[in-house]
């Protein structure tokens, strides 16, 4: 059976620190004909569980706990049965959106996430969140960044948890190092690839101060 990887883009708000922003995420399922992951289960639970249909879902990774990504995620795992997993440092995030509600498991850096085919290793890329995480997968060559590298930058660092030197050296030394070719899937917008995005380190540390 086939890897494939999957894309639904859903709408809702992104809140912190007092404002409120209309979004779009990126939902990434992973997999093949019956057996999936979901990738930050982003604000609509039963619009995600129709795009997993009758395949199983065995979980819900969260790339970091900001409550764009994570809003879905206890319902998600209601309805399916999934486990939740989260990077421990992005605790106190997650407990702001959902304080009555633990994950269910704990990414760690290095551990390998296995699914029907794929083997996405934990890269721990703080800086956007003190708990982010991206998910590489050299088999499938591609790298779930959620909101730490996008097309054109890494992502925002101007609110609480956030710090802007950290984001670089995570993009330095756990992104960049990956090759060229490796495709970038984001959390908001559209994807590109390691090698469009390394040239630029310089540009962004240099705009980010």
Same mark, same amino acid.
Request: charged share 20%.
């Given at each position: ?66 409550? @764009? ?5 206890? /319902?998600? =795992? &209601? !309805? *399916? ?5 989260? #990077? ?20 760690? @850096? ?5 699914? /029907?085919? =794929? &083997? !996405? *290793? ?5 800086? #956007? ?81």
């Amino acid at each position: 059976m086939t890897t494939r990887i999957e894309r639904l883009v859903t709408s809702g708000q992104f809140t912190l620190d007092g404002g409120t922003w209309d979004v779009e995420n990126n939902v990434w399922i992973v997999g093949d004909e019956r057996e999936v992951i979901v990738i930050d289960a982003a604000h609509d639970a039963e619009a995600i569980a129709e795009a997993v249909a009758d395949r199983t879902l065995t979980a819900i990774v969260c790339t970091h706990a900001h409550n @764009d990504h994570i809003d879905a995620a206890p /319902a998600l =795992a &209601d !309805l *399916t049965g999934a486990t939740i997993w989260l #990077h421990p440092d992005d605790l106190p995030l997650w407990k702001l959106t959902h304080p009555h509600r633990e994950p269910d498991r704990h990414l760690l @850096d290095g551990q390998v996430l296995e699914t /029907a085919g =794929a &083997d !996405l *290793t934990v890269l721990h890329t703080p800086g #956007h969140a003190p708990g982010a995480v991206c998910l590489y997968d050299p088999g499938l060559g591609v790298v779930f960044t959620g909101d730490t590298l996008f097309q054109g930058g890494p992502g925002a660092t101007g609110r609480s948890y956030s710090h802007f030197p950290t984001i670089i050296e995570s993009i330095r030394h756990s992104l960049l190092t990956l090759p060229p070719d490796t495709k970038v899937l984001t959390g908001h917008g559209e994807s590109t690839t390691i090698g469009a995005e390394a040239p630029h380190l310089e540009e962004w540390i240099a705009r980010g101060h």
